[in-house]
């Protein structure tokens, strides 16, 4: 079983910028596609952003095109969230996950391909 760790998230105000990290336990290899979700109060949790690890363009959610940044670092099996011009609507739980299995990328977006999640971190943005 793959543990994510994430760390990084915190308390910031609107227009900071902050970066998530996002772990496997002990180094171990994650899967071929790594992930960020977030979950708000009340909400459905809503794709983020994923990155293959074995390369290509990254995939953002429209919320968060152009401020925020996935990368990775194949060697240490971690992944990076850079997120700049935080507004106040980007205040949620977010949550790591990786594949077991590689897809076409429109389904990339979707929790149901993700077969293992981190415990999360708070991020929030005060306005």
């Known amino acids: 079983q793959v543990q994510l760790v994430e760390s990084g998230g915190g308390l910031v105000r609107a227009g900071d910028s902050l970066t998530l990290t996002c772990a496997t336990s002990g180094g171990a290899y994650s899967g071929p596609v790594m992930g960020w979700f977030r979950q708000a109060p009340g909400k459905e949790r809503e794709f983020v952003a994923a990155?293959?690890?074995?390369?290509?363009?990254?995939y953002y959610g429209d919320s968060v095109k152009g401020r925020f940044t996935i990368s990775r670092d194949n060697a240490a099996n971690t992944v990076y969230l850079q997120m700049n011009s935080l507004k106040s609507e980007d205040t949620a739980v977010y949550y790591c996950a990786a594949t077991r299995y590689d897809y076409v990328s429109s389904n990339l977006y979707y929790t149901r391909v993700y077969d293992h999640w981190g415990q999360g971190t708070q991020v929030t943005v005060s306005s």
């Open positions: 990155i293959r690890l074995s390369g290509g363009s990254p």
